[in-house]
């Protein structure tokens, strides 16, 4: 599997962004994609999942109600959307794809083989 990411930049508190990651080589029919970020001297978190084919999503607290995770199934893309972003928001942001991944692991980076180069998101006024 590879993935590419794109969309991040450099954006005002209160602004948005919207992140994608394109999929190539998914063979199999069941996934877990999922966006993790890591901020500067910190450990790589996950910020949200969402598994293939049912479309179950997760997003952790400190994003829900702001940013919405989706997918392109015909196009096998991943996007992250990120409203109202805060200064703690800025980091590099990966994401990952595992083949058969279920809902109880998919929060945990060690359970991804594949991840995407990252894409900086920085909030600064």
């Known amino acids: 599997v590879q993935l590419q990411a794109s969309g991040g930049g450099l954006v005002q508190p209160g602004g948005s962004l919207r992140l994608s990651c394109a999929a190539s080589?998914?063979?199999?029919?069941?996934?877990?994609t999922a966006w993790f970020r890591q901020g500067p001297g910190k450990e790589r978190e996950i910020v949200g999942f969402?598994?293939?084919?049912?479309?179950?999503?997760y997003l952790t607290n400190s994003v829900r109600g702001r940013f919405t995770i989706s997918r392109d199934s015909a196009k096998k893309t991943l996007f992250l959307q990120m409203n109202s972003l805060k200064p703690e928001d800025t980091a590099v942001y990966y994401c990952?794809?595992?083949?058969?991944?279920?809902?109880?692991?998919?929060?945990?980076?060690?359970?991804?083989?594949?991840w995407g180069q990252g894409t900086q998101v920085t909030v600064s006024s």
């Open positions: 080589g998914m063979t199999n029919n069941r996934y877990a």
């Open positions: 969402i598994l293939w084919p049912g479309g179950s999503t």
């Open positions: 990952a794809a595992q083949a058969g991944a279920i809902y109880s692991s998919a929060g945990n980076p060690r359970t991804y083989d594949n």
